[in-house]
């Protein structure tokens, strides 16, 4: 029972790293109806945005001296890798829908799609020529502790801290979603777009505001990442599995539905770690295409998703 | 009809005059030669599914990996010959193509593209994995069997039977398919199947073209046939526009050349060292040709109806005229 809750755990906050990049994938689905397959790839910039930030963060906010004991000065450090990392991250996601998607919004399906595929071939290979192809040490942030007294359970400080500030997110982004003006007017336009700048929205602004939020949110997952593994190191390819199974998340809960993605995330993190403590290390990333490959013969809406009829 | 049999016929007469001159070819350009023979076979074989009948696959280099290994495995095992080999191959990756088409051509674009890309990893470790053919290291065929005769027979046949393909009854479904898939269904056309056909069919040239290689590069390697190369292929079908073959057969000989020019300007002292960095990396310029193509030439570099060919086409009227 303890080996399954140990299991159960670190599945969770696998998964809500999943969720937080499926967050990406379905926000944009919401409004522009296609798979932006240079996500995965935005993520591995925000791990490269956090490796460059920490030591000019550290120059303003030095880290604590004693990394065995809470300092307020390097959680502060590490808040502020973490929002510069997402800032980074928006701003590239702004950019590249400015420059790429934005033109050819009205273009077939395909040629979007092969369009997001050259976006995504172009950040791995682009990276590897900035920052090398070689995996790179991410420097430790937030120093690690295991929490004493939950019995043979090892639950470490960082492993609740990925899983308050995946929550925060949350709960932040539902408040943009369903509170603010900008919220309304993504859900607007996701509803129908003709309908919503008929309306008097900006559809430019909605969906550029649409692609810096999503990319945040796979900045913020790619560093609550490095957050939750000691040792972790990143290399520009580092993107495309997370990518692909973040995407397999949200599909899972239902592509275009925000609490879908949540959901799937959970679930597919909850069970690639299951799978990979009681079958075999071997079919870890065998299980997302599995699960993809079931979800699209039996259930191609996902978990929370609704049907949608194509209209002729 | 018979416009395309004599063409057949003039290019293999041509060809089997060349052959045997081939061993005065330099190595280097016979490598290169061959290369293109072997790209414009998995280009025109993916232009039937990406451009005439609008599915997009990223995984074709695992039908060529599968063809590739096939055909190296009965010569190197059962001591096979060649050309019965590359047939082995061939049906080989058909029937893989048929065991992915099947289920996953019911998915639509997106979709298709994560699963093709999903079987063509999972062929690639399956390969690493299997100790039998070698594993990650390899595997050795004793003989060079390819030869020029052989690739560029090859090469004619796919384009000619992809051309009469494209021009039957089975060329209007593929093209209904790709055109509005929910008024075909309406029209009582089975779209799965023109799908179906138009995969399996790239598939078996696809495991053609693996085969050729096979016995041309006398070693092969389950990296070799990556999602990288893949990428390879879409692109040939991309920059050649997609569903003409013409212009698939020109893109396959420019992006053959194209690497080896790059090389040579990489090491050129003159340029900057990060412009030579970028150049080093094909990737990137590939992806940037992705990106701009789409955005500015979505159908294709040697399209017909793009502005310089009405041009041509308005002198030609007023010539005549």
Same mark, same amino acid.
Request: proline share 4%.
């Given at each position: 029972?303890?080996?399954f809750?140990?299991?159960?755990?670190?599945g969770?906050?696998?998964?809500?790293?999943?969720?937080?990049?499926?967050?990406?994938?379905?926000?944009?689905?919401?409004?522009?109806?296609?798979?932006?397959?240079?996500?995965?790839?935005?993520?591995?910039?925000?791990?490269?945005?956090?490796?460059?930030?920490?030591?000019?963060?550290?120059?303003?906010?030095?880290?604590?001296?004693?990394?065995?004991?809470?300092?307020?000065?390097?959680?502060?450090?590490?808040?502020?890798?973490?929002?510069?990392?997402?800032?980074?991250?928006?701003?590239?996601?702004?950019?590249?829908?400015?420059?790429?998607?934005?033109?050819?919004?009205?273009?077939?399906?395909?040629?979007?799609?092969?369009?997001?595929?050259?976006?995504?071939?172009?950040?791995?290979?682009?990276?590897?020529?900035?920052?090398?192809?070689?995996?790179?040490?991410?420097?430790?942030?937030?120093?690690?502790?295991?929490?004493?007294? $939950? *019995?043979? &359970?090892?639950?470490? /400080?960082?492993?609740? #801290?990925?899983?308050?500030v995946?929550? =925060?997110?949350?709960? !932040?982004?539902?408040?943009?979603?369903?509170?603010?003006?900008?919220?309304?007017?993504?859900r607007?336009?996701?509803y129908?777009?003709?309908?919503?700048?008929?309306?008097?929205?900006?559809?430019?602004?909605?969906?550029?505001?649409?692609?810096?939020?999503?990319?945040?949110?796979?900045?913020?997952?790619?560093?609550?990442?490095?957050?939750?593994?000691?040792?972790?190191?990143?290399?520009?390819?580092?993107?495309?599995l997370?990518?692909?199974?973040?995407f397999?998340?949200?599909?899972?809960?239902?592509?275009?539905?925000?609490?879908?993605?949540?959901?799937?995330?959970?679930? $597919? *993190?909850? &069970?690639?770690?299951? /799978?990979?403590?009681? #079958?075999?290390?071997?079919?870890?990333? =065998?299980?997302?295409? !599995?699960?993809?490959?079931?979800?699209?013969?039996?259930?191609?809406n996902?978990?929370?998703?609704?049907?949608?009829?194509?209209?002729? | 009809?018979?416009?395309?049999?004599?063409?057949?016929?003039?290019?293999?007469?041509?060809?089997?005059?060349?052959?045997?001159?081939?061993?005065?070819?330099?190595?280097?350009?016979?490598?290169?030669?061959?290369?293109?023979?072997?790209?414009?076979?998995?280009?025109?074989?993916?232009?039937?599914?990406?451009?005439?009948?609008?599915?997009?696959?990223?995984?074709?280099?695992?039908?060529?990996?599968?063809?590739?290994y096939?055909?190296?495995?009965?010569?190197?095992?059962?001591g096979?010959?060649?050309?019965?080999?590359?047939?082995?191959?061939?049906?080989?990756?058909?029937?893989?193509?048929?065991?992915?088409?099947?289920?996953?051509?019911?998915?639509?674009?997106?979709?298709?593209?994560?699963?093709?890309?999903?079987?063509?990893?999972?062929?690639?470790?399956?390969?690493?994995?299997?100790?039998?053919?070698?594993?990650?290291?390899?595997?050795?065929?004793?003989?060079?069997?390819?030869?020029?005769?052989?690739?560029?027979?090859?090469?004619?046949?796919?384009?000619?039977?992809?051309?009469?393909?494209?021009?039957?009854?089975?060329?209007r479904?593929?093209?209904?398919?790709?055109?509005?898939?929910?008024?075909?269904?309406?029209?009582?056309?089975?779209?799965?199947?023109?799908?179906v056909?138009?995969?399996?069919?790239?598939?078996?040239?696809?495991?053609?073209?693996?085969?050729?290689?096979?016995?041309?590069?006398?070693?092969?390697?389950?990296?070799?046939?990556?999602?990288?190369?893949?990428?390879?292929?879409?692109?040939?079908?991309?920059?050649?526009?997609?569903?003409?073959?013409?212009?698939?057969?020109?893109?396959?000989?420019?992006?053959?050349?194209?690497?080896?020019?790059?090389?040579?300007?990489?090491?050129?002292?003159?340029?900057?060292?990060?412009?030579r960095?970028?150049?080093?990396?094909?990737?990137?310029?590939y992806?940037?040709?992705?990106?701009?193509?789409?955005?500015?030439?979505?159908?294709?570099?040697?399209?017909?109806?793009?502005?310089?060919?009405?041009?041509?086409?308005?002198?030609?009227?007023?010539?005549?005229?």
């Amino acid at each position: 029972m303890t080996e399954f809750l140990q299991q159960l755990i670190n599945g969770l906050s696998l998964g809500s790293i999943y969720a937080l990049i499926a967050l990406g994938y379905t926000m944009v689905y919401g409004v522009l109806k296609f798979i932006n397959f240079a996500h995965g790839d935005v993520y591995m910039v925000g791990a490269f945005a956090g490796l460059y930030l920490a030591p000019w963060v550290w120059k303003v906010i030095p880290q604590g001296s004693d990394p065995s004991r809470f300092s307020w000065s390097t959680a502060g450090g590490a808040l502020a890798v973490l929002l510069l990392s997402m800032a980074v991250c928006a701003m590239l996601g702004v950019v590249i829908e400015r420059l790429v998607y934005r033109p050819l919004r009205e273009r077939p399906r395909l040629t979007v799609l092969i369009t997001a595929i050259g976006v995504s071939i172009f950040l791995e290979n682009f990276g590897q020529y900035l920052f090398g192809a070689d995996p790179q040490l991410f420097p430790e942030i937030l120093p690690d502790r295991v929490i004493d007294g $939950l *019995g043979d &359970l090892t639950v470490s /400080v960082n492993q609740v #801290v990925v899983f308050v500030v995946t929550l =925060a997110l949350l709960a !932040a982004l539902s408040f943009i979603v369903l509170k603010t003006k900008i919220g309304t007017a993504m859900r607007a336009l996701s509803y129908n777009p003709v309908a919503a700048s008929l309306m008097g929205i900006n559809n430019d602004v909605v969906i550029a505001f649409t692609f810096g939020l999503g990319s945040a949110l796979a900045a913020a997952a790619a560093l609550l990442n490095a957050i939750n593994y000691p040792a972790y190191s990143i290399d520009p390819l580092m993107g495309i599995l997370p990518g692909i199974k973040a995407f397999v998340a949200a599909v899972l809960g239902g592509i275009g539905n925000l609490p879908g993605a949540v959901v799937g995330g959970l679930i $597919l *993190g909850v &069970l690639e770690t299951l /799978v990979v403590g009681y #079958v075999s290390p071997m079919y870890r990333d =065998a299980i997302a295409f !599995a699960v993809l490959i079931a979800i699209l013969l039996f259930k191609p809406n996902g978990l929370l998703g609704r049907a949608e009829k194509e209209k002729v | 009809m018979n416009r395309p049999k004599t063409w057949l016929l003039l290019f293999v007469a041509l060809i089997a005059a060349c052959a045997p001159f081939q061993d005065a070819i330099n190595p280097y350009y016979f490598d290169i030669l061959i290369t293109i023979g072997i790209n414009i076979i998995l280009g025109v074989g993916l232009n039937l599914v990406t451009g005439y009948t609008g599915q997009f696959s990223l995984g074709h280099a695992g039908f060529m990996a599968v063809g590739a290994y096939l055909s190296a495995a009965v010569t190197v095992f059962l001591g096979w010959g060649f050309v019965v080999a590359l047939g082995v191959g061939g049906l080989g990756a058909a029937l893989a193509g048929l065991a992915v088409g099947v289920p996953s051509l019911r998915l639509k674009g997106d979709y298709l593209a994560i699963v093709t890309l999903g079987f063509g990893e999972i062929i690639r470790v399956l390969l690493q994995n299997m100790e039998v053919v070698g594993g990650s290291r390899g595997l050795s065929i004793p003989v060079r069997n390819t030869g020029l005769f052989g690739t560029y027979l090859a090469a004619a046949l796919t384009v000619y039977v992809v051309v009469l393909l494209v021009h039957s009854t089975y060329g209007r479904g593929f093209l209904t398919v790709r055109d509005d898939e929910i008024a075909a269904e309406a029209m009582g056309i089975n779209t799965t199947k023109y799908k179906v056909i138009a995969f399996v069919t790239a598939a078996f040239f696809a495991g053609i073209a693996g085969g050729l290689y096979a016995h041309f590069k006398q070693f092969i390697h389950p990296e070799g046939f990556g999602f990288l190369r893949s990428v390879d292929i879409v692109v040939i079908v991309i920059l050649g526009g997609m569903g003409n073959t013409p212009g698939v057969i020109l893109a396959a000989i420019l992006l053959t050349i194209l690497p080896e020019g790059l090389r040579a300007l990489a090491d050129w002292e003159l340029l900057p060292g990060g412009l030579r960095g970028i150049i080093k990396n094909r990737m990137i310029l590939y992806s940037l040709l992705l990106i701009v193509l789409m955005l500015t030439r979505p159908q294709g570099l040697f399209s017909s109806g793009g502005k310089w060919t009405q041009r041509w086409q308005a002198l030609k009227r007023r010539g005549r005229a």
